[in-house]
């Protein structure tokens, strides 16, 4: 079975300044996606970034990018130009190739963003 | 608005009553999934249905039973329900064979008094 592990409950950083949340993941599976998710106090569910494991190049999306290490299976967040709006608990997910398989999420990261 | 319609937002009911929770998927999805969302438990997986079928089940009690209608929405049914069912339930979509993520609702609150 696979599992998605996040180390830090809870971590706090300055506005503008640069935050990352980590992740990792156990699973015999060659080929999977990997997310971040966002949820802020409004209780949404937010795509955040998603990663292909067969690719190499890490993914970005403007102010957030990732660090991929299939062999370490690592996952981790990089936030720059951390902003206010930014404030919401991050949850690491993955999911097999399968495309009727269900996402299996992390315990989750509280963000705070320091004005 | 993501395009999935939960309601309600908020349910507040005593315990041994039941419930139904509704979800709309976006437009164009074919499978939901039903997710429980509470403090020391995380993001659980509870079902999942794509085109009216159930495709995969989690770690859904037997109290607890969903169904996907012809329209695509969904209804999940919480029986018989104990102070520990207290959550948020989130309904979340996606278009099959497109591995982009879900697509979540707003969830909806159920507390149990």
């Known amino acids: 079975a696979q599992t998605v592990t996040q180390s830090q409950p809870e971590m706090s950083v300055q506005e503008a300044e640069t935050v990352t949340l980590s992740c990792t993941y156990d699973?015999?599976?060659?080929?999977?996606?990997l997310f971040w998710y966002k949820q802020p106090p409004s209780r949404q569910m937010i795509l955040v970034i998603r990663?292909?494991?067969?690719?190499?190049q890490n993914a970005t999306e403007n102010r957030f990018s990732v660090n991929f290490q299939k062999a370490a299976k690592s996952f981790s967040l990089k936030i720059s130009d951390s902003q206010l709006g930014d404030t919401a608990m991050y949850f690491c997910?993955?999911?097999?190739?399968?495309?009727?398989?269900?996402?299996?999420f992390g315990p989750g990261t509280s963000l705070s963003v320091i004005p | 608005d993501s395009g999935v319609t939960q309601t309600p937002k908020h349910l507040i009911t005593a315990t041994g009553q039941r419930v139904t929770l509704r979800c709309s998927p976006r437009?164009?999805?074919?499978?939901v999934y039903w997710y429980q969302q509470s403090l020391d438990q995380g993001l659980q997986f509870l079902i999942q249905?794509?085109?009216?079928?159930?495709?995969a089940k989690g770690n859904i009690l037997e109290r607890f039973s969903a169904q996907q209608f012809p329209d695509l929405h969904s209804e999940l049914n919480l029986s018989s329900l104990e102070l520990g069912d207290s959550a948020l339930y989130f309904c979340?979509?996606?278009?099959?064979?497109?591995?982009?993520?879900?697509?979540f609702g707003s969830g909806t609150r159920l507390t149990v008094v």
């Open positions: 979340a979509s996606s278009v099959e064979g497109f591995n982009y993520g879900y697509t």
């Open positions: 699973t015999s599976e060659n080929n999977y996606y």
């Open positions: 990663q292909e494991a067969y690719k190499q």
């Open positions: 997910a993955f999911m097999k190739v399968t495309s009727y398989d269900k996402v299996i």
């Open positions: 437009s164009g999805d074919l499978s």
């Open positions: 249905y794509y085109n009216g079928e159930e495709r």
